[in-house]
């Protein structure tokens, strides 16, 4: 039995090609690669080969493009398997129905999600602006003691898989589930309610901070703000945007944390700043 994808694949695809075989990554028992131009035409026995090493993959598929779109999602092709893109995810202790040509999934968020999920405490109010299929959401309610959760997401088939995962994980008593724009959402409906406000969609966070900051209490709280930063000062940028946005409201703000979540480039990182914003009566 081959113990790795280049062992499996020696002697079928030439040793130069192999080389620019990229990570790929597992979502419930679907693969999904980003095989460069040069691979394409291997990509049969690539896929054939990747559920020899890895028993339970039952699908692969090869991403053809970049993410993309108001709700993020991406277009795949069938490599190998079974003919679906409709999975189930297990990830720190929950389940997650994912649908990968419908809805936006990376389980290299896992960590981050879990991190945001321990810091909730006791009675708290979290709004999340972005929530997908509500992975961050259900996580929160099932590792802290959060009073409420109002996970928010634009895409009707990402609302419908935040449903089923909300009843799939029995945390309907304490995540709501809202299907539409954030922006109109907390205008109408969750303005100043939320002790916690996730943004964990970088491409928007800085347009959709006033959002952030009307959703949080008039007493302040915590907003996760997501974005791209690159070395030699990954943090710099947004926290200066961060800083100027609010004090230019009269808010204070206090960054109680930054992280490097993953990167996406060499040298380019997709980033999160931990901060607590006080003063907000007047938002
Ligand atoms: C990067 S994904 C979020 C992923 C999710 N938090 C997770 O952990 O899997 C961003 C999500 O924001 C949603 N979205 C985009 N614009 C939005 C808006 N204006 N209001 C609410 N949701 C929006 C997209 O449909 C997409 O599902």
């Known amino acids: 039995m081959p113990r790795s994808l280049r062992e499996a694949l020696a002697g079928r695809v030439p040793e130069p090609l192999l080389r620019r075989l990229r990570a790929f990554d597992i979502v419930g028992d679907i693969a999904v690669l980003r095989l460069p131009p040069e691979l394409r035409p291997y990509a049969c026995a690539i896929g054939e080969a990747l559920m020899r090493v890895h028993r339970h993959v039952r699908v692969v598929l090869n991403q053809v493009g970049p993410v993309s779109g108001d709700f993020r999602t991406r277009q795949l092709e069938h490599i190998a398997g079974e003919h679906r893109t409709l999975t189930l995810h297990r990830e720190n202790g929950c389940v997650f129905r994912v649908d990968l040509s419908r809805v936006y999934f990376s389980p290299r968020l896992g960590t981050e999600r879990l991190r945001v999920a321990r810091l909730v405490r006791p009675g ?88 952030a900051l009307e959703a949080l209490k008039p007493t302040g709280g915590v907003i996760h703000f997501y974005d791209f930063g690159s070395d030699p000062d990954p943090f710099g940028p947004s926290a200066s945007f961060v800083r100027e946005f609010v004090s230019a409201h009269g808010f204070s703000a206090e960054i109680l944390s930054c992280r490097k979540v993953r990167s996406y480039a060499p040298r380019c990182y997709h980033v999160v700043l931990d901060v607590r914003l006080s003063g907000l009566s007047g938002f």
């Open 124 to 211: 708290e109010v979290v709004t999340n602006l972005f929530a997908g299929v509500g992975c961050y959401s259900i996580e929160i309610a099932r590792h802290s003691q959060a009073r409420r959760v109002y996970s928010i997401d634009l895409n009707p088939a990402a609302y419908e898989l935040m449903v089923e995962n909300i009843r799939l994980n029995r945390v309907g008593d304490r995540v709501i589930p809202l299907l539409g724009d954030c922006r109109a959402l907390v205008r109408t409906r969750l303005r100043g309610l939320a002790d916690r406000v996730l943004m964990p969609l970088p491409e928007l966070a800085r347009d959709f901070l006033p959002t």
